[in-house]
């Protein structure tokens, strides 16, 4: 009987069968870094919060005097 590192044959022949044929050769790995997820929550959270404050204040182009023409 074969074992490799206390494994049966088959379970040797579907690791490696698994690693060289059916999975991907190279594995995507990202980490989401906690104090960059919240500083970019943050810079969001502020760009909404301007683009609010500049909307508030400002009244509609057609709301202005004297840029309609006068019927004669």
Given at each position: ?72
């Amino acid at each position: 009987i074969y074992e490799k590192d206390g494994q049966p044959l088959e379970a040797v022949l579907r690791h490696m069968i698994r690693a060289q044929f059916l999975c991907q050769k190279t594995r995507p790995y990202q980490t989401d870094n906690l104090y960059a997820a919240f500083s970019r929550q943050t810079k969001e959270v502020s760009t909404i919060e301007n683009k609010t404050a500049g909307k508030a204040g400002k009244k509609p182009a057609s709301g202005k005097k004297g840029t309609e023409k006068r019927k004669v």
